[in-house]
């Protein structure tokens, strides 16, 4: 079973190392920047886990955030929330939903995880989510199996002035001017570092190795870099096993992957035990300008087992409550000694 062990100082997130190594990427494929095609409906009504917005990480499931979207004042769509991408993006089924009529000559340039690729686009006069709006803009038309039937993608990373709540037990997404009032009061805070391309950027250790990690609400699993991998291996007591993998992202390019248990991450105050990182020399880390500093992106793998987990881009802070919120602040007033331990 999981372990979670809070301390007035300290959350500690436990995921199932042999899950991870197993189904890792298992039923991700490459992604497709095709025609359109056959019209398709898009459900308005979604059921089941479709009806998820807020979908947490568990034993047999990775979580993701999705948003409810309008487009030229009609949904709302299915958006997945991609806080490592400031570019949004609408999918083939979507576009013809809605009539719209994709560029013939010109592309837009697509960077993913593994690779860029040259897209369609449209047009569309107005897109609202929450308190977002933007008018006139260009989303590249693209699918990708990683999109699990989402509509499309909702790049994060330029919402500067806004702030985004996700809180997976109550199944909560919401785009919002300022954080809530509990979550201040009551969320472990997390100064983020000045903004690069718009990403949300920590100061982090895996083991004794300084990194800079990405919060990827768009990623299915935590990724690192060459640069992490080597620095690991050159500390005697972080050796790896490794296991290899191919690695899809919203582009075709597929990339080779290197699966190795991580030592203990550390975002202070949060301390996150028994993940696993896919190590590769993946073509966003180049974007970013992060190809020879240790670096990694945490995925959803990691995000999706707290509790909540809320952005204030304006401020850069990052607020993450404890997936057993009231046990979580019981302890406040114990001795620092003390710990409440749940299996």
């Known amino acids: 079973m999981n372990n979670i062990v809070f301390s007035p100082r300290y959350l500690w997130c436990g995921l199932r190392s042999a899950f991870l190594l197993a189904t890792l990427f298992a039923a991700v494929g490459p992604a497709i920047a095709a025609p359109l095609g056959e019209a398709q409906a898009v459900p308005l009504a979604p059921t089941g886990t479709d009806a998820l917005f807020a979908s947490p990480t568990t034993h047999d499931h990775i ?5 409810p979207v309008m487009v030229n004042g009609r949904g709302p769509y299915r958006f997945i929330v991609d806080t490592g991408a400031n570019r949004s993006t609408i999918s083939p089924r ?5 009539g719209l009529k994709p560029s013939d000559e010109s592309t837009v340039a697509v960077n993913g995880i593994t690779g860029v690729a040259q897209a369609s686009f449209v047009t569309v006069d107005r897109l609202q989510a929450g308190d977002l709006t933007l008018d006139g803009t260009n989303l ?3 699918w990708a199996s990683v999109m699990g039937g989402a509509d499309g993608i909702l790049g994060a990373a330029g919402l500067k002035e806004k702030s985004l709540m996700i809180d997976f037990q109550r199944n909560r997404v919401a785009i919002s001017r300022h954080i809530e009032t509990f979550t201040r ?17 920590v100061e982090a250790k895996v083991g004794s190795v300084r990194v800079i990690a990405i919060i990827d609400t768009g990623s299915e699993r935590t990724l690192g870099n060459l640069a992490l991998r080597n620095a690991i291996k050159k500390t005697p007591s972080l050796g790896m096993l490794v296991q290899l993998t191919s690695v899809y992202g919203a582009t075709e390019e597929v990339e080779p992957g290197e699966i190795a248990a991580a030592p203990l991450i550390t975002i202070d105050p949060l301390h996150i035990s028994d993940v696993a990182i896919v190590y590769g020399d993946f073509h966003v880390f180049k974007v970013w300008g992060l190809r020879d500093t240790p670096a990694m992106i945490v995925g959803m793998d990691v995000l999706g087992t707290v509790a909540s987990l809320s952005i204030d881009f304006k401020n850069q802070d990052l607020y ?11 302890v406040r007033s114990s001795s620092l000694g003390e710990s409440a331990q749940r299996k």
Not at 63 to 67: L, P, S, T
Not at 192 to 200: K, N, S, V
């Open 320 to 330: 993450v409550t404890s997936v057993r919120e009231r046990n979580a602040f019981a």
């Open 94 to 98: 979507l576009v013809a939903a809605l």
């Open 185 to 201: 009061s009551e969320g472990i805070k997390i100064h983020t570092l000045a903004p690069t391309h718009g990403l949300i950027t």
């Open 140 to 142: 590249p038309v693209v």
């Open 63 to 67: 979580g993701r955030v999705v948003v």
